[in-house]
């Protein structure tokens, strides 16, 4: 079962910044992803977080190699990706797809749903015209959809049936690891649900692996087994669901989970804001890149950038203080008061009746 | 304390398209107490942002108010004259919205904007009478350096500070009421938390109200006073914000509650609402939300239930409401 799928080590793109009209000079890099180092097993997900610019959509691209890495290896199964060309390229492609964020941009509105979803299988040459129609019918079935929704175009179908159809064209070539780049952030909240928990079958069902890209930390600990925050272009905090949410160790985690709003007005007001915004890429501060935003920084975080370290059994986190902060002060319960619990219930009762 | 800023009454909102007229807003009622905030929720397509145009009478062609009165301390904007509106636009109701990256202009400066309006409700201010008022606008929201800020345009800003541009903008004439349209859906957390507080701090200063239009039930329980759940076009339930959290009556509200993911606990599949909203040309008859509820009976496919105070304060739009009263 924990058999390493995907193994990124020392990822890194950086992007040259010219200026001048005649003679481009180079006069500085903007360092997207830095130096990122995780794994995914099979049939698991891990989940990258972090703020927009962070560099975590930049790492689901490299992975796919959408976008050349300017260092680092990305091992599919043992093999380099990032050093094979054509047949064998073609083949790796295969067994990797993306599910997009936007369910509107990402569909070509000239194709009907079977054109899109046959598309990757008449890429790789798989199966003759009947076979994919075939296909097609049976992945719609999978996805929720209805078999004589094949012949109409995305813009008769709303934006979770359209996330429903790119999920859809991702499983036609049967993939090994589905990079999940924000695919329910546009979608309204109760359809959300229905995206996040089809996701959560198909992986039970096919045994998928996920890269799952987001930046609502509650989506994140209902989908994810381990999760990466991801600050500035780099890995802060990596660890095992339950170990990262209860006893998360990087001060910019801790910000990050201090954030979300919670749907109970009895909590009202424990939101802190983390102050200041991210810094600029192209310009990083020295040492611990958190550091200008984070409550407890000290000398040795200015000049010294922390490494990943272990903290606790598959749980690491960059640091220099980690064992000295203050309790997290995290408080997740009593959210559900008596009355929308037992009528919850009721609910889920009469919605499986 | 209980006095109403504005009282939205029997509001009724238009489109004439192709295949006849299609209702968005369909016979709303509601009102906003003084110094306090109106959360309203629903998903999108339910009617909450044509409301609150509605409100601000900017409902383009070929949309248009069909019926109903928006009282704002007494007075009526849904009969006044365009010139009459433009007077109370900025200075008496004001509106930020969802995307703070179109809804600035990029070729004029963060100044010029936020002067415009000053301008337009004071012609006469000097330039650098409205310069200095625009760097106390822009001090309010907590933009660090203001002066600087005020040469600079939109792209300089990151989302959070555009966001907070737009509130000073917003703000700058001193509006009563402040509509606030999905403010902080595309920021990110942290960003967001920082702008609710603001809008918390600025709602103590000023005394003003507010209508937070959202679909994050998180964001509502951390700033409404009051709410109000939509549903395709009307509202299905109104309480207290406590009320709507610790004691949801309606279906529509339970499953959205269902749908969000929770830090507090762990649930192998979410309580998804199944479906999707009607559009507007292909509202069921009934209750508008029978074909997605579990608890729908016979009766709930041919009346369409009124929207009735179910205990005290608490209002739902639901003949079975509350459900356990029905199950068994």
């Known amino acids: ?353 | 304390m209980s006095e109403d800023l504005l009282r939205i009454e029997g509001l009724r909102t238009v489109f004439r398209t192709h295949g006849g007229e299609v209702t968005a807003v369909d016979g709303v009622d509601l009102s906003v107490p003084r110094g306090r905030t109106l959360g309203i929720v629903g998903e999108s397509g339910c009617g909450k942002s044509v409301l609150s145009l509605s409100v601000m009478r900017l409902v383009a062609h070929p949309g248009r108010i069909a019926a109903g009165r928006v009282l704002l301390e007494g007075r009526d904007l849904v009969g006044l004259s365009s010139a009459e509106m433009r007077q109370v636009r900025g200075s008496q109701v004001a509106m930020i919205f969802q995307e703070p990256m179109t809804s600035l202009n990029p070729v004029h400066t963060v100044g010029f904007q936020i002067t415009e309006a000053m301008r337009a409700h004071d012609p006469r201010a000097s330039a650098a009478e409205l310069r200095e008022r625009a760097i106390e606008a822009l001090n309010r929201v907590r933009i660090p350096s203001p002066d600087r800020r005020f040469d600079e345009y939109p792209h300089q800003l990151s989302g959070g500070m555009r966001q907070r541009v737009m509130i000073a903008m917003a703000l700058a004439c001193r509006p009563k009421l402040l509509i606030a349209d999905e403010p902080t859906t595309a920021l990110d957390v942290t960003v967001q938390a920082q702008i609710l507080d603001l809008l918390r701090d600025l709602q103590a200063e000023t005394g003003m109200s507010i209508i937070l239009i959202t679909h994050d039930l998180g964001v509502v329980a951390e700033m409404a006073d009051e709410v109000a759940v939509m549903y395709a076009g009307r509202v299905v339930e109104r309480a207290e914000a406590g009320a709507i959290f610790g004691d949801p009556m309606h279906p529509y509200t339970l499953g959205l509650l269902g749908s969000v993911p929770r830090l507090d606990e762990e649930r192998e599949t979410l309580l998804a609402i199944d479906g999707s909203v009607p559009p507007p040309f292909a509202l069921p008859k009934g209750c508008r939300f029978h074909p997605r509820c579990p608890f729908a009976a016979a009766e709930c496919k041919s009346d369409q239930p009124p929207l009735r105070e179910v205990v005290s304060g608490h209002s739902a739009a639901c003949l079975r409401a509350p459900v356990e009263a029905f199950a068994a």
């Open chain 1, 1 to 353: 079962m924990s058999e390493t799928l995907l193994e990124v080590t020392g990822l890194a793109k950086h992007y040259p910044v010219r200026k001048g009209l005649i003679v481009a000079k180079q006069v500085g890099t903007v360092r997207a992803v830095d130096g990122v180092s995780f794994s995914v097993n099979r049939g698991e997900t891990l989940a990258l977080v972090g703020e927009s610019g962070c560099g975590k959509s930049t790492t689901a691209r490299l992975v796919l190699r959408l976008i050349e890495p300017s260092a680092g290896s990305i091992r599919f199964e043992g093999v380099d990706v990032t050093r094979i060309t054509g047949a064998a390229q073609r083949a790796m492609r295969r067994r990797m797809q993306i599910v997009f964020q936007d369910p509107y941009a990402s569909l070509n509105p000239r194709l009907t749903v079977a054109e899109t979803i046959a598309e990757p299988m008449l890429v790789h040459g798989i199966g003759d015209a009947a076979a994919r129609r075939k296909r097609v019918e049976e992945l719609l079935t999978v996805v929720g959809l209805r078999a004589f929704h094949a012949q109409r175009y995305p813009h008769e179908f709303s934006g979770g049936q359209r996330q429903r159809i790119g999920i859809a064209r991702a499983l036609s070539v049967q993939p090994d690891l589905v990079v999940c780049d924000e695919p329910v952030s546009a979608l309204d909240v109760s359809i959300q649900a229905q995206v996040v928990n089809l996701l959560k079958d198909l992986q039970r069902r096919f045994g998928l692996a996920y890269l799952f890209i987001a930046h609502d930390l509650a989506v994140v600990k209902h989908v994810a087994d381990r999760v990466a925050v991801m600050y500035l272009g780099q890995i802060v905090e990596i660890g095992d669901k339950r170990s990262l949410f209860a006893s998360p160790r990087h001060p910019y985690t801790r910000a990050l989970l201090s954030a979300i709003p919670h749907p109970d007005p009895e909590r009202r007001g424990q939101v802190k804001p983390l102050g200041g915004d991210l810094p600029s890429p192209l310009n990083p501060p020295p040492g611990c890149r958190f550091h200008t935003r984070c409550p407890f920084a000290q000398d040795r975080c200015r000049s010294e950038a922390p490494s990943l370290r272990r903290l606790g059994p598959g749980h690491d986190a960059a640091c220099h203080f980690a064992e000295a902060l203050p309790p997290a002060g995290l408080d997740f319960t009593g959210g559900l008061s008596e009355n929308a619990a037992k009528r919850l219930a009721l609910y889920a009762k009469a919605r499986a009746a």
